[in-house]
């Protein structure tokens, strides 16, 4: 089976994250084990997802890793033209959800895989499947701590999220957080003797955009990518029963997705001391005023150095000439941290068509991922690899 064929075989798996992807992760378990490749399946904790790690290659010494993710975000508000879970093809484009965000680079992978079975490769190729990517990089870290206890650790990771088949060294670390804000609650004719917690949390919301007003101006910048400094985003707030009950509580989920020179965990200390602040001067109103800040979730940047001997070996895949950075989040960020294993983020396709509806990827782009991969094979055929960087 070529690329494409193996893509419209994924599309038909909707694997949206909040259900299960081990349909798609059988028939990744039996197409490879129909050409002799063993999968290792390493399921969550409730039994309705897993990760897959297959060796192609000797066993004994570390290999190069074809890293994607499964999971796809929700078709639903969305106005498709085409069918989301089918693969349809028009003029030289590939229509389906997950086709760029990142089923395009799994099928190159496991065509790649299966190419791989039928050749003696002196350095292996390690295919690596996750799951829930898309709410957070949740998944992988299960596959990851397996990794950590194996004998090799891979020698390279390429995380075949979309850019262009351009070879990125970094993207930005997140870290996800929800402020509870407490008021007290009370009549609306008699709003002034209660303490509306929406009012904290626009109150706290100011704070946000001041910060990200002083990063803006006197942050750290890296002009690799294209918003240069570390961002501050609020994307929720839930609050309110009725219109002439005065709230209390609000709830604001917020994010800090920081360069590589930025740490997020002082810029979140420095918003809980505003925080506090504007606590302590509503707690005049009502001593129970309050605003509590939890991190709901974190995960890692990417800045692999752009000289080093991991990146100079995927530009001569490609035949790249230069690198950049991504916009949004990979798991490559955990591979590079957790494991010590040089990342770099290159595949087919465009986030700019990702998470919309009439997803696609291009056949042209599934080509050029394709050609990558039959280089790595011929090198992994050639050569036994010890990267040093």
Same mark, same amino acid.
């Given at each position: 089976?070529?690329?494409?064929?193996?893509?419209?075989?994924?599309?038909?798996?909707?694997?949206?994250?909040?259900?299960?992807?081990?349909?798609?992760?059988?028939?990744?378990?039996?197409?490879?084990?129909?050409?002799?490749?063993?999968?290792?399946?390493?399921?969550?904790?409730?039994?309705?997802?897993?990760?897959?790690?297959?060796?192609?290659?000797?066993?004994?010494?570390?290999?190069?890793?074809?890293?994607?993710?499964?999971?796809?975000?929700?078709?639903?508000?969305?106005?498709?033209?085409?069918?989301?879970?089918?693969?349809?093809?028009?003029?030289?484009?590939?229509?389906?959800?997950?086709?760029?965000?990142?089923?395009?680079?799994?099928?190159?992978?496991?065509?790649?895989?299966?190419?791989?079975?039928?050749?003696?490769?002196?350095?292996?190729?390690?295919?690596?499947?996750?799951?829930?990517?898309?709410?957070?990089?949740?998944?992988?870290?299960?596959?990851?701590?397996?990794?950590?206890?194996?004998?090799?650790?891979?020698?390279?990771?390429?995380?075949?999220?979309?850019?262009?088949?351009?070879?990125?060294?970094?993207?930005?670390?997140? *870290? &996800?957080?929800? #402020? !509870?804000?407490? /008021?007290?609650?009370?009549? %609306? +004719? $008699?709003?002034? *003797? &209660?303490?509306? #917690? !929406?009012?904290? /949390?626009?109150?706290?919301? %100011? +704070? $946000?955009?001041?910060?990200?007003?002083?990063?803006?101006?006197? /942050?750290?910048?890296?002009?690799?990518?294209?918003?240069?400094?570390?961002?501050?985003?609020?994307?929720?707030?839930?609050?309110?029963?009725?219109?002439?009950?005065?709230?209390?509580?609000?709830?604001?989920?917020?994010?800090?997705?920081?360069?590589?020179?930025?740490?997020?965990?002082?810029?979140?200390?420095?918003?809980?001391?505003?925080?506090?602040?504007?606590?302590?001067?509503?707690?005049?109103?009502?001593?129970?005023?309050?605003?509590?800040?939890?991190?709901?979730?974190?995960?890692?940047?990417?800045?692999?150095?752009?000289?080093?001997?991991?990146?100079?070996?995927?530009?001569?895949?490609?035949?790249?000439?230069?690198?950049?950075?991504?916009?949004?989040?990979?798991?490559?960020?955990?591979?590079?941290?957790?494991?010590?294993?040089?990342?770099?983020?290159?595949?087919?396709?465009?986030?700019?068509?990702?998470?919309?509806?009439?997803?696609?990827?291009?056949?042209?782009?599934?080509?050029?991922?394709?050609?990558?991969?039959?280089?790595?094979?011929?090198?992994?055929?050639?050569?036994?690899?010890?990267?040093?960087?």
């Amino acid at each position: 089976m070529d690329s494409i064929q193996i893509l419209e075989r994924l599309i038909a798996f909707p694997t949206v994250s909040r259900d299960s992807n081990l349909d798609l992760i059988a028939y990744v378990t039996d197409l490879l084990a129909a050409h002799g490749i063993i999968c290792q399946i390493i399921r969550s904790p409730d039994g309705h997802k897993a990760n897959l790690f297959a060796t192609i290659g000797p066993t004994d010494a570390p290999g190069i890793m074809l890293s994607g993710h499964t999971d796809v975000v929700p078709v639903e508000g969305q106005n498709w033209t085409l069918p989301a879970f089918e693969m349809s093809e028009r003029d030289g484009k590939l229509y389906g959800r997950g086709t760029a965000d990142m089923k395009g680079f799994v099928a190159c992978a496991l065509a790649a895989c299966l190419k791989a079975s039928k050749m003696t490769l002196r350095t292996p190729l390690h295919l690596a499947l996750s799951y829930d990517e898309e709410i957070g990089c949740i998944g992988v870290h299960s596959l990851i701590d397996m990794l950590a206890t194996a004998p090799q650790r891979p020698l390279l990771c390429i995380v075949g999220e979309p850019t262009g088949m351009q070879v990125a060294t970094g993207h930005k670390g997140k *870290l &996800a957080a929800r #402020a !509870i804000c407490r /008021g007290r609650e009370g009549h %609306s +004719a $008699l709003a002034p *003797l &209660a303490l509306n #917690a !929406i009012h904290l /949390g626009c109150d706290f919301v %100011s +704070a $946000l955009r001041r910060e990200q007003d002083r990063l803006a101006r006197d /942050g750290t910048r890296d002009g690799d990518y294209d918003i240069p400094y570390t961002t501050v985003h609020v994307g929720r707030m839930n609050a309110g029963v009725a219109l002439n009950i005065v709230p209390n509580l609000c709830q604001l989920d917020f994010e800090i997705r920081n360069v590589a020179a930025d740490n997020p965990q002082e810029i979140l200390d420095g918003l809980r001391k505003e925080a506090s602040r504007i606590a302590a001067e509503a707690s005049a109103i009502a001593p129970e005023a309050a605003i509590d800040i939890d991190i709901t979730n974190t995960y890692p940047g990417l800045d692999t150095p752009a000289n080093s001997q991991a990146v100079a070996f995927v530009k001569s895949l490609t035949g790249a000439n230069n690198t950049i950075k991504v916009a949004f989040g990979t798991e490559g960020g955990l591979f590079s941290r957790d494991l010590g294993t040089p990342t770099v983020v290159c595949g087919p396709g465009s986030m700019a068509q990702g998470h919309k509806p009439d997803e696609f990827v291009s056949a042209e782009q599934m080509r050029r991922c394709d050609d990558m991969l039959e280089k790595l094979l011929e090198q992994l055929s050639d050569h036994q690899f010890k990267l040093r960087d």
